[in-house]
């Protein structure tokens, strides 16, 4: 029988089907087992600058202090009584404490927990409580401080890895400030990969047919406008109510920011925080929201329904990411999609390479030079 228009069971949908809905969700943030070194699998990209997700905003209190490892640092990001988030590099500078573990807020400044030096956003120390005077080189930050900025329900970080100042802003988007619109739900995973083999899916047609068994290739445009990546495609739903139209469109800014809007069928925004922690490693965060109107209506079904199917597809590709090896020159043939476009595009927010100059791809051998 022709499976012409007929959804198949790939691969991933079998090595999923293992799992309970329980170990499931534990797989999706485990720990690799048996994992290969980075180097084995080809991966010697640096990590890309930009606007990154580092916590969303109502799972950061004020008074409350977060451990957190990103961009390859321990990091400490707690909340002042004023209400504002604040980063510093972990370590204190006097013997090393961790102040992500067990420090505390003080007024606006982060105490540490070994000596009870305190330290501004700035990085900047601003008590000594034992000493009389504070070393003229401890009230000076050794490192620029992060950049943070509070927007759309999440804690964003500026990461540079040589320290310059933020280049583009983050996106408002209007739904996520709404009243009319749901609280986010969410959710998440560790996928044992570089950031850029993530992005780069989004661009690659045949996969949709192979890892995510849909019955047909998706017909949409991949358009790149300066540090914007922008898509969408027409699509239908089959409903209680028959088959509704819609559209999907996506888009990003930077390396860091993405989301998604669904309407038509039922109007959901995906907001994605896609943070690298290592070189071979990134967090992602999927978070819903859905208009209330939605949610209340006779497409509520439909937009549960959705949700899964979207974090389904994202198992799929995990299965795929965590042990894939990154390729500089990968052997492509028509129908794969944009992917040399998409490299082009991507290769900007590398710091330590050089501009696109129309060759292509740089040599591995240039790229770890280059690190």
Not at 1 to 9: D, K, L, V, W
Not at 66 to 93: I, N, Q
Not at 185 to 201: D, F, I, R, S
Not at 273 to 297: E, M
């Amino acid at each position: 029988m022709s499976t012409e228009g007929i959804a198949t069971n790939t691969a991933a949908r079998q090595y999923l089907a293992r799992f309970t809905p329980e170990q499931l969700l534990a797989w999706r943030v485990a720990p690799l087992e048996n994992p290969l070194p980075a180097a084995e699998r080809g991966i010697d990209l640096p990590m890309p600058f930009g606007w990154f997700v580092v916590s969303y905003s109502d799972e950061l209190q004020c008074g409350q202090v977060k451990p957190l490892r990103y961009f390859g640092r321990e990091l400490a990001l707690w909340r002042g009584e004023d209400g504002t988030p604040r980063m510093v590099d972990a370590y204190c500078r006097h013997l090393g404490a961790h102040m992500g573990h067990a420090g505390r807020v003080q007024g606006n400044d982060l105490e540490c927990p070994f000596h009870a030096w305190q330290y501004n956003g700035a990085g900047e120390v601003t008590k000594v409580p034992y000493a009389k005077i504070i070393p003229p080189q401890a009230r000076r930050s050794c490192v620029k401080p992060w950049r943070l900025v509070e927007r759309n329900r999440f804690i964003w970080a500026w990461y540079h890895p040589h320290g310059e100042e933020p280049t583009f802003e983050v996106e408002e988007l209007a739904e996520a400030a709404s009243s009319d619109w749901s609280d986010y739900e969410k959710h998440e995973w560790l996928v044992w990969g570089p950031l850029q083999n993530m992005a780069e899916n989004g661009v690659d047609a045949a996969h949709f047919r192979y890892i995510h068994g849909t019955a047909s290739l998706p017909n949409y445009d991949v358009k790149f406008e300066g540090i914007r990546r922008v898509a969408s495609v027409d699509a239908s739903m089959s409903t209680p109510r028959g088959d509704v139209p819609g559209t999907i469109s996506y888009g990003t800014v930077g390396a860091g920011q993405a989301w998604t809007r669904f309407t038509g069928i039922c109007e959901t925004l995906m907001v994605a925080g896609i943070t690298p922690v290592a070189p071979d490693c990134t967090h992602v965060r999927f978070a819903f929201t859905q208009s209330k109107a939605s949610l209340d209506g006779p497409s509520a079904g439909v937009a549960r329904a959705m949700i899964k199917d979207i974090c389904r597809q994202l198992d799929q590709d995990k299965v795929v990411w965590d042990r894939q090896k990154y390729l500089h020159d990968p052997l492509l043939c028509d129908g794969d999609g944009p992917i040399a476009a998409f490299r082009k595009y991507y290769r900007q927010f590398y710091a330590e390479l050089p501009p696109d100059d129309g060759a292509g791809e740089v040599s591995r051998s240039f790229v770890r030079k280059a690190r």
